[in-house]
């Protein structure tokens, strides 16, 4: 009896031992399975996206051509949600005025609102006049020079967000369309000075971006936290930053989101804007003060009156993103279809319905998928933000874009946004030196310590300016070579 009890329990010992390996196993494979999930679906959204052009227009063989384009224009839409909208979210979410999941679907929501709502009925084919249309006036040309720019574009755009570095999704398209150009028409028929203006936005977006996200953060410190009364000062200050803000946002709006359904000047833009601003001003003069009763008189304390206007600043500029760049996605595929229904090479063509939804649902198909790496990196990872630094970032961006649109430089607001943090993050730097003295880059201490009271992690500046410098002649690289490809399989 006790001989079979005894093999009863061993039996039991081993069953058990069987099953933990069992479960050890399945949870390894969910783990290794784990990063193939956010592929996949990108994948199924792409197969969807083409099964839905065919049956909509067929299989005949121009418009196998229209569901390839269709399907890479879902594939750079997606890249464009995983890398670009960081920028907008991502200093609320480092600030914990959102949480990742809130602002991704914030985000979705915006970006999604904007491409539909404001998306524009027209776009330009050769992006912006990067080449002239008579250079690429043949039909096939045309269409395969904007196939390799598209898909060469959202390759590059793919592989900024897979090694981390926001990078520029207009320039990303900008380099495809230069490549296939120059590899169907040569040199001759790129238009260099445009190409020279682009050059120079690599150093002018982010270097005004981060001015003008450093005097705000000065004006911020200066008149209201180092105060003796913070909560009195922020009374007085914080309506009229937020009045500043609503007034940039409404300006923005006007010239890059409802100038694309209603025409508007931009001395106009500039008149809602400041408008609008002082209305804001005085509305939030009481709630400014009833939300600050009772308040201790502590920098914490005032990191709660800006929490309600950053998360607005971050929905308004992912609209008016969704209304922008869904263009890079949707505009060749646009000029693709416009081509095979016969209307060949154009400056400018009509967006189907189909087209701008393509482009809005991958946006935040991208977005949802991808979005947190980049969100976390820009948000968390290049310098530490709050509420007041991030409003700072957000704003600068804001009037950024507008004082570039009033000077005609083609701007990227990817570089404008990481230029904002960088120059918060700088500034911080030279404050607790040099008016502080708190010596955070004494020579005499360590470099490891000297690195750890850094304020701006330079490894991610490193990376960043490096994926900015080489991101249009990358692009243009692999849009020439996939051009050529093209053109040897079709012959």
């Known amino acids: 009896m006790a001989a079979v009890s005894n093999l009863s329990e061993k039996s039991w010992k081993t069953l058990n031992k069987d099953l933990a390996r069992l479960s050890a196993m399945e949870q390894a494979m969910a783990y290794s399975a784990r990063p193939l999930v956010a592929p996949g679906l990108a994948l199924a959204f792409m197969v969807v996206t083409g099964l839905a052009v065919a049956a909509f227009i067929g299989f005949e063989p121009l418009g196998l051509i229209v569901i390839a384009a269709a399907i890479i224009g879902a594939y750079m839409a997606i890249n464009i949600g995983a890398n670009d909208v960081a920028n907008n979210m991502g200093p609320s979410v480092g600030a914990r005025a959102l949480t990742i999941g809130t602002a991704l679907i914030v985000a979705a929501i915006c970006e999604t609102a904007g491409a539909l709502i404001a998306g524009g009925d027209v776009v330009s084919t050769v992006s912006r006049g990067i080449i002239a249309p008579e250079s690429v006036a043949q039909t096939q040309v045309f269409i395969w020079a904007m196939m390799a720019a598209l898909l060469a574009g959202a390759i590059w755009i793919n592989l900024a967000t897979w090694i981390g570095a926001p990078v520029s999704t207009t320039h990303s398209i900008v380099g495809g369309v230069m490549g296939a150009g120059i590899a169907a028409a040569g040199f001759a028929a790129v238009n260099w000075p445009m190409m020279a203006r682009i050059a120079a936005s690599w150093v002018i977006s982010p270097v005004l971006g981060g001015i003008f996200a450093a005097i705000f953060l000065a004006i911020i410190k200066s008149r209201i936290i180092y105060r003796p009364d913070m909560i009195q000062a922020a009374r007085y200050w914080v309506p009229i930053l937020i009045g500043v803000m609503g007034g940039a946002f409404a300006t923005y709006l006007a010239l890059k989101g409802v100038n694309r359904i209603v025409t508007i000047d931009f001395g106009t833009a500039i008149a809602l804007g400041v408008v609008f601003g002082t ?40 609209f008016a993103h969704g209304a922008n760049d869904v263009a890079n996605a949707i505009g060749p595929v646009a000029a693709i279809v416009h081509a095979v229904q016969g209307g060949g090479a154009a400056d400018s063509v009509g967006i189907p319905l189909w087209v701008m939804l393509i482009g809005g649902i991958g946006l935040s198909v991208g977005l949802l998928l991808f979005g947190p790496k980049l ?57 607790h030196e040099r008016i502080l003295n708190e010596r955070r880059v004494d020579t005499t201490v360590p470099q490891e310590v000297r690195k750890r009271k850094m304020v701006v992690r330079r490894a991610h500046f490193l990376t960043i300016l490096a994926a900015w410098i080489v991101t249009v002649p990358s692009a243009a690289l692999l849009s020439a070579g996939l051009f050529h490809l093209m053109n040897l399989i079709t012959y």
């Open 279 to 318: 209305v804001l001003t005085f509305a939030m003069r009481p709630v400014i003060r009833r939300q600050s009763e009772g308040m201790e008189n502590r920098k914490k304390s005032l990191k709660i009156l800006f929490n309600i206007p950053l998360i607005f600043s971050a929905a308004l500029l992912s």
């Open 375 to 431: 969100i976390n990196l820009v948000g968390n990872e290049i310098t530490r933000l709050n509420a007041m630094r991030a409003y700072c970032v957000s704003l600068a961006a804001a009037i950024t874009v507008i004082f570039a649109s009033w000077l005609g430089l083609p701007v990227s607001s990817t570089h404008i946004a990481i230029g904002a943090i960088f120059g918060v993050g700088f500034f911080r730097e030279w404050y």
